[in-house]
């Protein structure tokens, strides 16, 4: 049973990105048609606008931007996992 609660809590971890499909590195096209005025960064109300789920935008937001500065360059929002 120790072995399928690990493997379980694992799963668990994972999915909490992984199931949701949601962070993963995004795509130079995609970073510019969601910078809107086009500065060549995202603020969160722009990353939020075309971010698919509302609920989780904040918690990607803080994902993609690595050095926490506010914004997501096009290099944070390109570079992945
Ligand atoms: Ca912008
Ligand atoms: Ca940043």
Redesign the pocket.
């Known amino acids: 049973m120790t072995c399928f609660k690990t493997t379980v809590a694992a799963l668990a971890v994972a999915g909490i990105l992984a199931t949701s499909g949601l962070i993963y590195a995004g795509t130079p096209e995609e970073f510019d048609k969601c910078d809107k005025n086009k500065d060549g960064k995202l603020t969160f109300e722009e990353f939020k606008a075309c971010y698919p789920d509302k609920t989780k935008a904040k918690e990607a937001f803080d994902w993609y931007?690595?050095?926490?500065?506010?914004?997501?360059?096009k290099d944070?929002y390109t570079a992945g996992m």
Do not use: H
Not at 65 to 73: A, E, F, L, P
């Open positions: 931007d690595r050095n926490k500065d506010g914004v997501i360059t944070e």
